[in-house]
């Protein structure tokens, strides 16, 4: 008897990521130049085992050196067709150096003015303004 497989259960994947805007005390935003996107701000996927919180932390200090604390929670921004799940953070940094990274080329921190004209790759630079706009938080914006 042939088995029926269209009963099976898949889970279905999604890529969870976390990502942070850095802001320092004199009002700039730490970013990355990253090899294939540009200026963006550091984060990366979320690994098995580690919160989103954590990940956030992970990525900005492997990207840029930076240690940081997490002031607080901002939003979602969902890739629906991709699956893909991006978690935002509004944060501030407490220790280390800029360095740079294999996925870093370049790292620094950069007036708020400056970031519409650096950051160009998809809707980053949206990301980074629902960060900083209190008023619209906490989104989930889905595209």
């Not at 976390?18 to 005390?25: F, Q, R, S």
Request: aromatic share 8%; net charge negative; hydrophobic share 35%.
């Amino acid at each position: 008897m042939g088995q029926n497989t269209s009963h099976i259960y898949t889970p279905s994947k999604h890529f969870v990521s976390a990502a942070t805007i850095v802001l320092n005390d004199q009002k700039e935003i730490l970013l990355i130049k990253g090899p294939k996107r540009g200026w963006e701000m550091p984060g990366g996927i979320v690994e098995e085992g580690e919160s989103l919180k954590d990940a956030a932390i992970r990525e900005t200090k492997e990207e840029s050196g930076i240690d940081i604390e997490v002031l607080k929670f901002c939003g979602i921004f969902q890739n629906v067709d991709k699956s893909i799940c991006n978690t935002l953070f509004l944060a501030k940094p407490i220790g280390g150096k800029l360095t740079t990274s294999p996925e870093s080329l370049e790292v620094g921190f950069f007036p708020i003015e400056q970031v519409p004209e650096m950051v160009t790759f998809g809707n980053f630079r949206q990301r980074i303004e629902h960060c900083l706009d209190n008023s619209i938080q906490p989104f989930c914006v889905e595209f």
